[in-house]
């Protein structure tokens, strides 16, 4: 391989692919993806053990398993953990690793802004955590209303470091977001037009839009909530002619479509799936990416159905409520596509495809929920209570994870070479689903003989003791089947079986690269003929079938490694910790030896900025830099020659 | 490895055979099945409940008929075209695209399935959030106020105040305006009507009415703090002549009055107990703590204690050993209570308290015994 780089005298740009330096400055989008996974893993099973103790407290009425401030933090972190640092990150793993292989890409558009994305979101799910190392974690609910989250109520810092780490993670999405939209719409190979794109390389682009338009909000509520806290604005404070109701409009226009955000991804995945395992293509496909494309705007137009017992007035309540119930129809759509896809197949019931045939059931349950919670006065009883968790949880978990799982079963051989052991994952997603079921089905019961959420205990009298009980052994099952999961992807990596290229006979672009793909993925160009086009190379006919055009003389232009992404994200975290800590002791950051005096935001907060600021500017000075490679010959058999192909490269 | 995935499936299988009817038929008073539970919805005593349970069952109809048909196909479809053994593993099934008509039938059908649940949908949003004016014109108000981590009650009309027990004239229109004190709280009366915020600053309203007298357990249902768990209330309902009687008790004082907190009617022989009592609530506990029905002050209002049903918003039963171990460990009973670490200055929350709590009135099972024969004594 032959490289150029740009170089400044000591600061070139790094060189070495494999051990620490290769990760801590790889831009190279199948790593940061794997990061990603590794990372979303690891907090998936942090907010698993804080629900095994939400579940070990309300297993008995009157318990007092851990008291009620750590209870009220418990639940206040496994929400933020799991729908931040979970089930975002694990989408994003996904995005990052599969979206440019669909579309016959290289790497993303912005390679450094994609690794930045990655260490945000570690910076932020560090920081959000580290509350628990300082007795401190927010306790707040993951939506924290105002005012209970002003100063006067919330005195603690527990809330700051919500604040200031949901901020880094926002950065992160946005970061991937731009990042995702720029290379869906520019790097596609060419004859790869929208409507031949696979579905989940659509689920991303919609997904990215509705990050962009939905973050924003949440960071404006985030800094107005920052400033009531520290800075004697009034934003939410009455005495000071605030509202508190402002938050809740705020944080629900990006919570709703937030929950859209954690949920087409998923359906990307299903769509993705359900075809290979029913050897037939999607049924509908220019529906299910239309249903995906109003779900994503629609979402926008339905918050304050999470507002409906605030008194919002008959117009509103009953626009909201008919908004709603229109967003039933496109997801019903997708159903029922699902459905048509399987209908005349021939269906094989492997791992993934288990995970998808149970994602259709309970994310139909969840729907089901989801349609009593649209009609005001259902929810009138239900808002608030235990049958709204048993909603969104079947949404959730039935829903998002279970096509997370499905997705890690789908492209494990694409991403390692290996092969991941059907019976033994069997076994898993049986312990997964009962568990699940059981741990959730009676929460609908438990709403609807009127437990409220959030409570640390209740009663004896009140009859929920059963349902309770049982939810918690099924939580137990649960957590062990998502443990034994890890544990066998784990295992897999190292003592899986080969697997091939293309193991399962699926029918999209990334499945004809290697498995693991080549650092440069296509050593060719693809000329795409035909939606599915690893299909119709394989079963289709020679005209739809795709050409490959060689890459001419000076090889594969690949983006080179830099420091300066990482750099950025530690400048943002030290930032970030200076503001939680502004106004505390040194003695309160630092134990023992830290002393009394007051930390202010010239002590850590502007030695952060600074370092951040640096950290673009040298990210600017370095330039886009790259290299070239070719790639392995053998990859370039069949390959037309890019003079003679009357195609550009 | 088969025989490993079976038993296991079939041990899943067994608990949740297991567990189904003991979901169905949870025990004591509060069964599910029975539809008795404290706070049942599927138990509405007034026609705003009973209105919300209805609109429902219509949804709870609409959603297992989609799920037997969209679910049947499912199933159909997974059965009927699933791969069987000695087939072909190369065969490729026909590669259909798509059935717009068919696509067309079922989002039509969707949609009139949601005109179903929208129409009484919208009849209940009115019926919710109109207040009803009766012939009679008379509607009984009662100002509910929400604080950390107890309800105040307020009857404008005959200038009462009390906590934590609502009371008020079965078969009647009772409209409550809802206010918070502090943080966002809701009041949640499941038998008689689905929940409404308490939001400060914000002026909500809704309305209750049981159809016949009855007793009823409340929740607040919106996170609220550290006691938000515990802050229950209870909702009695009574025939239009005992409500007059409650009326006028209520207004009647309990204690001496002028600055003098002396019960006015207790036992003869209880009477050094009940004066200790006296003393010890003015030192201790009067300074939050009103057993005037015409004043409100920071914590709930005690007059007529003694004849109310439960102690701590709805948490504790009225009983000597529950208000015993209540005055001396609130904080045992509701965490984080501002009657045991005091009501703090809203400038300076982590400071030093603007109202003292009992943290550090080191009151001994004495002085609490005293304390609950003063409090009885207030009926």
Redesign the interface.
């Known amino acids: 391989m032959s490289t150029t780089q740009a170089t400044y005298g000591t600061w070139s740009r790094p060189l070495k692919k494999t051990g620490l330096v290769g990760f801590l400055t790889t831009v190279d989008h199948k790593k940061i993806g794997i990061g990603y996974a590794i990372g979303a893993l690891f907090f998936l099973l942090v907010g698993g053990v804080e629900a095994l103790i939400i579940r070990l407290q309300l297993m008995s009425p009157e318990n007092n398993l851990v008291?009620?401030?750590t209870y009220?933090q418990l639940f206040t972190m496994h929400g933020t953990t799991m729908v931040f640092l979970a089930v975002m990150p694990l989408s994003a793993a996904f995005f990052n690793y599969i979206m440019p292989l669909q579309i016959g890409a290289r790497d993303v558009a912005f390679p450094r802004l994609n690794a930045l994305g990655l260490w945000c979101f570690i910076a932020g799910g560090v920081i959000v955590n580290l509350s628990w190392f300082f007795q401190a974690a927010p306790?707040?609910?993951w939506f924290g209303?105002a005012?209970?989250t002003s100063?006067?109520?919330d005195?603690?810092i527990g809330t700051d470091f919500w604040i200031i780490g949901l901020q880094i993670l926002g950065i992160a999405s946005l970061a991937g977001s731009f990042n995702f939209i720029t290379t869906i719409l520019n790097m596609r190979a060419p004859g790869l037009t929208m409507m031949r794109l696979p579905v989940f390389t659509w689920m991303t682009l919609i997904t990215s839009f509705l990050i962009i338009l939905a973050f924003p909000p949440i960071t404006i509520a985030l800094v107005e909530l920052m400033f009531d806290r520290h800075f004697g604005t009034h934003f939410f404070n009455?005495a000071g002619g605030?509202?508190?109701?402002l938050w809740q409009h705020v944080f629900w226009i990006f919570g709703h479509p937030e929950v859209y955000i954690l949920i087409l991804p998923a359906m990307g995945i299903i769509s993705e799936v359900l075809p290979v395992f029913?050897?037939?293509?999607l049924?509908?496909?220019?529906?299910v990416v239309f249903s995906g494309a109003v779900i994503g705007f629609l979402g926008f137009a339905v918050w304050s159905h999470h507002m409906f017992?605030?008194?919002l007035?008959?117009v509103a309540?009953?626009a909201f409520?008919?908004l709603t119930?229109?967003i039933?129809?496109p997801t019903?759509?997708k159903?029922?596509?699902w459905?048509?896809t399987?209908?005349?197949?021939?269906?094989?019931?492997s791992v993934p495809m288990l995970y998808a045939?149970g994602f259709?059931?309970m994310f139909?349950?969840g729907g089901?929920?989801g349609?009593?919670h649209?009609?005001?006065?259902?929810?009138?009883?239900q808002?608030?209570?235990y049958f709204v968790i048993a909603h969104f949880h079947y949404v959730l978990i039935g829903g998002s994870i279970f096509a997370l799982l499905c997705g890690i079963y789908f492209w494990f051989p694409k991403v390692t070479g290996k092969l991941m052991d059907e019976?033994?994952g069997?076994?898993f997603f049986?312990?997964i689903f009962?568990?699940f079921?059981?741990a959730f089905f009676?929460m609908h019961?438990l709403g609807?003989?009127?437990?409220?959420?959030?409570?640390?205990?209740?009663?004896?009298?009140?009859?929920?003791?059963?349902?309770n009980?049982?939810s918690t052994?099924?939580a137990l099952?649960l957590g062990v089947g998502i443990a034994a999961v890890v544990l066998q992807v784990i295992y897999s990596c190292f003592k899986g079986k080969p697997s091939g290229n293309n193991p399962w006979d699926a029918r999209t672009l990334e499945w004809d690269t290697s498995s693991p793909p080549k650092e440069y993925n296509f050593g060719y160009t693809p000329i795409i003929k035909a939606r599915d086009q690893v299909w119709e190379n394989n079963?289709g006919t020679d005209l739809k079938k795709m050409d490959k055009i060689a890459p001419d003389s000076h090889g594969i232009h690949m983006p080179d490694q830099s420091w300066w992404p990482l750099v950025v994200s530690i400048g943002l975290f030290i930032a970030g910790l200076g503001v939680v800590f502004h106004h505390q002791t040194w003695g309160m950051l630092i134990p023992f030896i830290g002393g009394d005096s007051v930390i202010s935001l010239l002590h850590i907060t502007m030695p952060g900025l600074l370092l951040t600021f640096f950290g673009i500017y040298m990210w600017a000075l370095e330039g886009p830099g790259g290299y070239h490679l070719h790639p392995d010959p053998e990859e370039l058999k069949s390959a037309i020659d890019p003079k003679e192909s009357g195609h550009w490269e | 490895?088969?025989w490993?995935?079976y038993i296991?499936?079939g041990i899943?299988?067994l608990?949740?055979g297991i567990?189904i009817p003991?979901?169905?038929?949870?025990?004591?008073?509060?069964?599910?099945i029975n539809k008795t539970?404290?706070?049942?919805?599927?138990d509405p005593q007034g026609p705003i409940?009973q209105?919300?349970?209805d609109?429902?069952y219509v949804?709870?109809w609409?959603?297992l008929f989609?799920?037997i048909t969209?679910?049947g196909?499912?199933a159909f479809?997974?059965w009927k075209?699933?791969?069987r053994k000695g087939?072909d593993p190369d065969?490729?099934?026909?590669?259909?695209?798509?059935?717009?008509l068919?696509?067309l039938g079922?989002?039509v059908g969707?949609?009139a399935l949601?005109v179903v649940?929208?129409i009484?949908?919208?009849s209940?949003?009115?019926?919710?959030?109109?207040i009803p004016v009766p012939e009679d014109g008379e509607v009984i108000e009662i100002n509910v106020t929400g604080y950390?981590w107890w309800w105040g009650f307020e009857y404008p009309e005959h200038g009462i105040h009390t906590a934590n027990e609502i009371v008020f004239p079965a078969g009647k229109v009772v409209k409550l305006n809802?206010k918070a004190n502090?943080?966002?709280h809701?009041f949640?009366l499941?038998k008689l009507?689905?929940?409404?915020?308490l939001?400060?600053?914000?002026d909500?309203?809704m309305w209750i009415q049981a159809d016949e007298p009855g007793y009823f357990?409340g929740?607040?249902?919106?996170?609220?703090?550290?006691?938000?768990?515990?802050m229950?209330f209870r909702a009695v309902a009574l025939s239009e002549e005992d409500y007059a009687a409650w009326v006028v008790d209520q207004q009647t004082q309990s204690v001496v009055g002028e600055a003098d907190y002396s019960p006015v009617n207790f036992e003869e022989a209880d009477k050094d107990l009940v004066l200790k009592g006296t003393d010890l609530f003015v030192q201790n506990c009067a300074r939050c703590h009103s057993v005037d029905p015409n004043v409100q002050t920071m914590g709930p209002n005690l007059a007529h204690f003694g004849s109310r049903t439960s102690i701590a918003a709805g948490?504790l039963e009225n009983e000597p050993e529950n208000l015993e171990h209540w005055i001396l460990h609130p904080d045992k009973v509701k965490?984080?209570n501002f009657m045991w670490k005091g009501f703090?200055d809203?400038?300076n929350?982590?400071g030093p308290p603007q109202m003292e709590g009992l943290k550090d009135a080191n009151l001994t099972r004495e002085d609490a015994q005293a304390l609950v024969a003063y409090l009885y004594s207030l009926k």
Request: hydrophobic residues 45%; neutral net charge.
């Open positions: 008291d009620a401030e009220n306790a707040i609910g209303y005012p209970l100063k006067q109520f005195p603690d009455v605030g509202k508190p109701i029913s050897r037939k293509p049924f509908g496909y220019p529906l017992t605030t008194g007035g008959i309540t009953s409520a008919f119930m229109l039933s129809i019903g759509v159903i029922f596509n459905i048509g399987l209908w005349g197949g021939r269906i094989s019931f045939l259709i059931w139909m349950m089901f929920t349609i009593m649209s009609s005001p006065p259902v929810d009138a009883q808002q608030d209570s019976a033994v069997k076994i049986y312990t009962f568990g079921n059981l009676p019961i609807m003989t009127g437990m409220p959420r959030r409570t640390h205990t209740y009663k004896a009298e009140m009859g929920w003791a059963e349902p009980f049982w052994i099924g099952i079963h | 490895m088969k490993l995935t296991w499936i899943l299988l608990i949740t567990s003991q979901c169905l038929n949870t025990a004591g008073e509060g069964s599910f539970g404290q706070q049942s919805t599927l409940a209105n919300q349970l609109v429902f949804t709870l609409v959603t989609l799920f969209v679910g196909a499912l479809a997974t075209f699933r791969v087939d065969f490729i099934p026909a590669q259909s695209h798509g059935h717009p068919v696509e079922l989002v969707s949609a949601l649940i929208a009484p949908t919208f209940g949003i009115l019926l919710k959030d109109q950390q809802l502090d943080v966002i809701s949640w499941p009507a689905g929940k409404l915020d939001i400060p600053g914000r909500n309203k357990w929740q607040c249902a919106e996170y609220c703090g550290d006691s938000h768990a515990y229950l948490w965490p984080g703090p809203p400038y929350p982590k």
